[in-house]
């Protein structure tokens, strides 16, 4: 059996509480050795390790939703002074190569990528089920090109690993073109994750939120689309459609902590949490979603915690059309609808207005820690926008017309016979508009304004609300000076 290292003690430590309640309840093992993970409990345990580094602050409970204030679409608001000074930084377009949330990013995908590396050398030579085996196998390429889809978009070329480091290997590893990162783990990965993952309906109901095969075909779309492979981005929403998801009745059913909100028929998939306080708020092992308590509006009490992050803009808020039901469920503003029996006033923030979507009541999270909901991350919606824009490159845009209205028409927006008249170049900005509606504050303009044009959209946009100081080369973070001191083989990112 191939030899596992030290770190898999810890893996496994910091990964008990993923799948389900009775999993939580078991103690970590000691002092693991070779021998000691052979048995399907392992291989969970294993796979469980390469989930966890999801849940942390340096992706997706803080970071990711963070790129929404670069884009534009917020402002960080907080505390003032230098409270996310990195992140203001990054969204004036000022960033230096000591930039803590460039460094947050750049680490944060490396242990999942690590742990995955370790499930797929050790799960494949186990003596368990072969249903279990693929699972396993699938689950860890799925999170694999996850993982490496957010580096390069991020940051371009990053290093590729695909093993365990060994005595003697080097440590220091180059930058790897991001074009044979994409040609040599994200597609195959997700190819072979499709391939192996069961479908969400095989699931049990301790095992809700793993990668499933819609996962797999919605986060290919999104790959291919970013590539330009429009034919194939259509091919996977098709596949997406074909098992089975659809659009929940109500915006809102996304989000919330309620039970009812979590892994619904929309979801393809999310990041778990299960709003425990055993570990410190800022703890890697922390379980609870950070949302509520970053985006509640500063020193209010509505929600626990409440720091006042990600203040819309009121040039986002103008984007609302006369009748999207989508605006009062999305943001907190003076005259709209109470939240938990409150009336919002626009001196609340700098902005006159907070993120209102993922904000939980006091009855559900009483406190800054104790937020279940999960953090979405791919949903049908998203899918059903990925179609349209794949249809209209196509140059088939009679036919993005009903994927597009079927996200409008949940959102109150009606006339369809406005979207027929559409020529193709009308056609993308209304889609693209409607993916800045639908997904805000998901964590997914950022990503969408660089893939357009070759980054040429971003720049015109953030030109066109006064961030001048957006440069090309800002369309990629710097790589962070930190690990250029560790590593001399790391090149830094044209510009900085």
Known sequence: MKKIFLYTGLLIFTTLFWSCEDFLEKEPFED?????LTDAESAVALVNGAYQP????????????????????????AGGGTDGIETIDLSNFVTTTDNAAALDIWRGPNPGILYCNTVLENVPT???????????????????????????????????????PKPGENLMPARTDKQRIYNEIIIPDLK???????????YGTADKGRASKGAAAGLLAKVYLTLGRYQDCLDMCNEVERLGYTLNPDYMDCFGAEPRNKNTAESLFEIQYLGLTRF????????????????????????????GWNQPTQEFVNQYEPGDLRKDKTILYEGGPAFDGKQYRSNMSNTGYNVRKFLVPLSF??????????????????????????????????????????????????DRSALEELDQDQM???????????????????????????????????????????????????????????NPNLKQNTGY
Request: include cysteine; proline fraction near 4%.
């Open 32 to 36: 693991p050795s070779a021998e000691a």
């Open 54 to 77: 999801m849940q942390r602050p340096k992706l997706y409970n803080f970071r990711i939703w963070t790129l929404d204030i670069v884009a534009g679409n917020s402002e960080v608001g």
């Open 126 to 164: 186990m003596n368990i089920s072969e249903d279990l085996k693929n699972r396993c196998i699938g689950e860890a390429k799925f999170l694999r090109a996850h993982y490496y889809f957010i580096l390069v978009r991020l940051f371009g070329d990053v290093p590729m690993t695909t093993s365990t």
């Open 280 to 307: 410190g708020f800022w703890d890697d092992e922390n379980q609870a979603n950070w949302q509520s308590t970053y985006m509640g509006p500063r020193g209010t009490g509505w929600v626990g915690g409440g720091y």
């Open 428 to 486: 993308r900005e209304k889609i693209i508009h409607e993916r800045r509606i639908e997904l805000a504050f998901e964590g997914h303009r950022w990503f969408d304004m660089i893939r357009l044009n070759n980054g040429e959209y971003a720049l015109n946009f953030l030109h066109s609300i006064g961030k001048i100081n957006a440069d090309r080369k800002h369309l990629l973070l710097p790589i962070p000076q930190k690990e250029i001191d560790a």
């Open 365 to 414: 999270s009483p406190d800054y820690n104790t937020n279940s909901a999960s953090v979405i991350v791919l949903r049908y919606a998203d899918v059903l926008l990925m179609k349209a824009e794949a249809l209209n490159e196509l140059q088939r845009t009679s036919e993005a017309v009903a994927p597009l209205f079927e996200v409008r028409k949940r959102a109150g927006l009606t």
């Open 192 to 202: 072979d994750a499709l391939s192996l993952l069961p479908a969400r309906e095989q």
